[in-house]
């Protein structure tokens, strides 16, 4: 992972109504899709929630990307609630008043890591659904810690993947199941696993590779929406394990990281296995709490980008519940609300940046 450039702060309040806006056809929302409620505003937010319910690119206040002085404005319904996010990552740390008591633990593959031992899925876990820098308020964060940022091979994280498969299946059956989405945000670039495996690491073969294969395709035909991060190694994304799968598995949403001048980020793998961009740089979320403090970090990359598809998703599950069990379709309905066209350097795949649709 990149250094960090980090600092706490305290938390900040968020969200004045705005009144309710009836009937404002956005271009995605005429036709099939349903039409936007009451909208709320927040006025403290970071950039890139601005940038996503905005169709115009973001004018940096007091020349400070990092200010949390940005407008996101965003339907009631689409706070996701009720949603259920699995975060494959590094755990959640749980605890964090900004998950405002929805983020809880489901599986761990470190039986003494209930919590989160990097940081890096609570960060994750921020952009989807945290009070002060989500995308969606009111989602369940279901934290699916596959020890992001220690060691790791295909075994654990197929393992971690049925779990989500087997809490999803579970869920669906409830009444108050509104919908499961599901954010990858770990990557292996095709180069190390091709060394690992010729170097006998059996966590690494073909067998192990087709197994995650077919646990994301599993999950994906089950009805869980599934967002990935293609990588930070500049590449071709097609390079990049789980990324390739969409070239097999279409319904899977990989993003890549736009900046706050809409250019894709010089890190941000590329290409045709890249479907969408979303605001990845310079984005402030929650990180773990620290002698009590609720902590707060800066910081950049695809695994940033990602989880506000993973919001997005989650808010039209609400929106859009005939698309509560069709990935391939929430794709389509996702791909045609963005802004088509914006991101520069987007380098032959998803120049296609992620938008609400809701502010002008
Ligand atoms: C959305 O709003 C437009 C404009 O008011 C209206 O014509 C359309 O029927 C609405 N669609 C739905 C699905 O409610
Ligand atoms: C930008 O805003 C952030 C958040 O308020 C603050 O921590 C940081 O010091 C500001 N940077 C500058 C250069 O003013
Ligand atoms: C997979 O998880 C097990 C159980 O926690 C752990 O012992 C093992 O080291 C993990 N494998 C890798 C490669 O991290
Ligand atoms: C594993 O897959 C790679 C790449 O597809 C291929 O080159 C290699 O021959 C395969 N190895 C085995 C043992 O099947
Ligand atoms: C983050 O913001 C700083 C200050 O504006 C800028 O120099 C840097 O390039 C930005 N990082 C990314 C990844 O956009
Ligand atoms: C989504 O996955 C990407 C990479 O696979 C990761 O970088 C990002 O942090 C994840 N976001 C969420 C919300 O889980
Ligand atoms: C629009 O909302 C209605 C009522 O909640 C729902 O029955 C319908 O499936 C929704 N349309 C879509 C495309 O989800």
Known sequence: MDSYKGFLLSLLSITSTLGTVHGIPTPQEQGKFNNSTTRIQQSNAPWNLQRISSRNTVTPVNNNVTALAYTYQYDEAATGAGVDVYIVDSGIDTKHPDFEGRAKMLFTIEPDQELDGGGHGTFVAGVVGSKSYGVAKKVNLLSVNVNFGGDQDFVNSTKAINAVLANHNERRNQKDFKGSVM????????????????????????????????????????????????????????????????????????????????????NSDFGRCVDIHAPGSNVTSTWLLTGGFPGVRVDSGTSFAAPAAAGLIAGELIRQPGLMMKPREMKQHILSMGIRGAVKDAERGGNILLNTGLMG
């Open 183 to 266: 954010n990858l945000s770990w990557g292996f670039q095709r180069q190390l696993v091709d060394a690992s495996r010729d170097a006998g690491f059996s966590g690494f073969d073909n067998k192990t590779i087709g197994e995650l294969r077919s646990a994301i395709q599993r999950a994906s035909e089950a009805g869980v929406h599934i967002t990935i991060a293609p990588g930070n190694d500049g590449k071709d994304a097609c390079d990049d394990y789980p990324a390739m799968f969409v070239q097999d598995i279409p319904s899977l949403i990989t993003v890549g990281n736009s900046d706050i001048t809409d250019t894709r980020a010089k």
